[in-house]
């Protein structure tokens, strides 16, 4: 019997149309053993967590580049509440400033992978607090 | 509720969970899935397969939009292989499909092949079941990026599509055994490319070679999919071979077959764990070193350790 592998989408949202560091975190987390759902470009918070959902995924991934995360991050965070789901972990990365994380905590970002994070704390993150991928 | 329940009731979650479980392999998957087996029959099961780049998710993307014009909900599983390093995967069809996501009537699974050769994953049957009892009028089933001897989705799917390109290799190809045999419909995408009319001309001379004259002639349709070129026309021979499979009594024969192969799957899967639960490990341990010093050869040991089971059996 396997056991359930662990599912990770990878989602950008917004208009920002530079997906290279989304791409190499997808890259590192299937190097990892974790299913990764890649989305591609230009995707609405809606969109995010409707794949989510039909994907059944443990954990999304936002990548947001553009300066704009603090309205769409908050946003998928807040759709999925709508949509009662509480048991997907949700984490940010790109150029983020150090001052609107704690903002972004409180609206139930879990954590802020800012540039320069080692690939390798992405990976840990994951598979601690979701399993692991194999 | 439990997930059947939950599947049966229009519970988007419910179906992704139940798919999850079946990923799985989990024990409770297949009794969720008996509940649903008297609810299933009901969709027209399309496999789309094709070698990688050909377009394949663009194509499946285009059909979903149209069958949605035409009022019939969607099914998509679509598969993309896993690492066999790492267990890993990229699951990145959807990339072609985002304008589907927020349609109601749609619902896209993404799996990974989880070691399992043949161009599906072990689960998609299971996937496809799902889907139809919850109530999806149409499901496509798609392959990863088929090579010749990817075929398993034949005896999945209704109606089989090869997506094609143009310059892909020459004739020999088309008459090579595999891939080419299971076509109920081929498609040449990206048919703006030079070489269509030739490639065209090679699979409809393939056909021709067939010794035995087939009721059902594979059409041969040149897309450009991305500008949904040549789309009408695939979803009309779609719906023109659903009519004859059902029309010759082909579809109840298929029907059977189906169920054939998935108990032979069942029984051997289950005999599996029966087998791994019961065998002697500590003899299994001495067979493999007696193995190695080269004292017994594999099939007489694995005949050996058989030998104890079928005992154990008549006991």
Not at chain 2, 2 to 11: K, P, Q, T, Y
Not at chain 2, 65 to 75: I, P, Q, S
Not at chain 2, 277 to 286: G, R, V
Request: a negative charge; aromatic letters at 4%; glycine letters at 10%.
């Amino acid at each position: 019997m396997s056991e359930r592998k662990t599912r990770i989408l990878i989602a950008k949202p917004g208009l920002d149309g530079h997906d290279r560091g989304a791409k190499i975190v997808a890259r590192a987390l299937r190097d990892a053993g974790f299913e990764v759902i890649y989305t591609g470009l230009h995707q609405t918070p809606e969109q995010i967590v409707e794949t989510a959902i039909q994907e059944d995924v443990d954990a999304i991934g936002l990548s947001c580049l553009s300066g704009a995360h603090m309205t769409l991050f908050p946003k998928v965070t807040r759709l999925l509440k709508e949509r009662g789901i509480d048991d997907i972990l949700v984490t940010g990365g790109g150029i983020v400033p150090e001052e609107d994380i704690p903002a972004l905590k409180e609206a139930g970002i879990d954590k802020v992978f800012g540039p320069g994070t080692p690939l390798q704390d992405i990976i840990d993150y994951h598979n601690d607090k979701c399993g692991t991928g194999k | 509720m439990d997930l059947a329940e939950r599947v049966l009731s229009g519970d988007k979650r419910g179906v992704a969970r139940l798919i999850s479980l079946i990923e799985s392999e989990d024990e409770d998957a297949y009794v969720q899935l008996g509940k649903l087996h008297s609810h299933t029959g009901n969709a027209h099961i399309i496999g789309i397969t094709g070698p990688p780049g050909s377009g394949k998710s663009t194509i499946v993307d285009k059909l979903a939009k149209a069958f949605r014009g035409m009022d019939k909900t969607v099914g998509i599983i679509a598969v993309d292989p896993t690492s066999p390093f790492t267990g890993g995967a990229i699951l990145g069809d959807r990339i072609r499909m985002t304008d589907l996501t927020l349609d109601p009537g749609i619902f896209i699974r993404s799996m990974g092949t989880r070691g399992h050769l043949g161009g599906l994953s072990r689960a998609a049957s299971g996937a496809v079941r799902v889907m139809d009892a919850y109530g999806m009028d149409i499901i496509i089933l798609e392959t990863v990026g088929a090579g010749q001897s990817e075929v398993e989705i034949v005896s999945h799917a209704h109606t089989t599509i090869i997506v094609e390109m143009p310059g892909l290799g020459d004739e020999i190809q088309t008459i090579k055994a595999g891939i080419m045999e299971i076509g109920d419909i081929f498609i040449i995408n990206k048919s703006d490319r030079e070489g269509a009319d030739k490639t065209s001309m090679e699979i409809q001379a393939m056909l021709g070679l067939n010794p035995n004259k087939p009721e059902w002639v594979p059409p041969i349709i040149q897309t450009i999919a991305r500008k949904g070129k040549g789309v009408d026309a695939v979803i009309e021979k779609i719906e023109d071979h659903y009519q004859y499979l059902k029309d010759s009594g082909m579809y109840e024969k298929m029907i059977e077959q189906g169920i054939r192969e998935e108990l032979d799957v069942q029984i051997k899967s289950q005999l599996g764990r029966i087998i791994k639960n019961i065998i002697n490990e500590e003899k299994l341990e001495d067979l493999v070193k007696d193995i190695v010093d080269k004292n017994i050869d594999p099939h007489t040991a694995a005949r050996l350790l058989l030998k104890d089971i079928e005992d154990k059996l008549s006991e």
